[in-house]
């Protein structure tokens, strides 16, 4: 139960770090933002804020079933700890 709580876990940190993209744009990932490129000129401001916009999205969609998965895991790991504790204490 161990082993499947700990996959858990390495699927939620994978999937909230991996980089997401929205219409091309780099978004970053869902836990960390990216660093907007400051290099635009000035007439882009509005399309980079419409882009930033999807990518809060997308970001939205993706942190939650990474948050789901880390929950689940941390839940797994505690429910195994558990079990162990009490095989041990019934072994006395």
């Given at each position: 139960m161990a082993v499947v709580a700990l996959?858990?876990?390495?699927?939620?940190?994978?999937?909230?770090?991996?980089?997401?993209?929205?219409g091309g744009q780099d978004c970053g990932s869902?836990?960390?933002?990216?660093?907007?490129?400051?290099?635009?000129?000035s007439i882009a401001s509005y399309a980079r804020l419409f882009l930033s916009d999807g990518c809060t999205?997308?970001?939205?969609?993706?942190?939650?079933?990474?948050?789901?998965?880390?929950?689940?895991?941390?839940?797994?790991?505690?429910?195994?700890g558990t079990l162990r504790w009490r095989i041990s204490l019934a072994r006395g």
């Open positions: 996959i858990l876990i390495g699927s939620g940190v994978l999937t909230g770090f991996l980089p997401v993209t929205s869902a836990f960390v933002e990216a660093v907007p490129d400051d290099a635009l000129p999205d997308v970001r939205s969609l993706v942190r939650i079933p990474a948050i789901v998965l880390l929950a689940a895991g941390g839940a797994a790991l505690c429910a195994a």
